[in-house]
């Protein structure tokens, strides 16, 4: 099962609403072309569903083991 999701910024925020803008940044995503690896939670999932337009979502299997 997936623990982490692999979020790629593949359009620009500019242009786009404020809140957007501020979820991508919150993302950690700062470059087009640039990935990000967050933790599979609904929180994270709100935030990609919001700014679905701009990034790539690639579900990923966590190396670190318990």
């Known amino acids: 099962m997936p623990s982490q999701l ?24 700062r470059r087009i072309g640039r990935s990000v690896l967050q933790p599979l939670n609904p929180q994270i999932l709100g935030m990609v569903k919001k700014v679905s337009h701009l990034v790539e979502v690639e579900a990923v299997e966590s190396d670190a083991r318990p």
Do not use: F
Request: proline share 4%; aromatic share 0%; charged share 35%.
């Open 6 to 29: 692999k979020i790629t910024l593949v359009r620009s925020p500019i242009g786009r609403d404020r809140k957007q803008r501020s979820t991508v940044e919150s993302l950690g995503l």
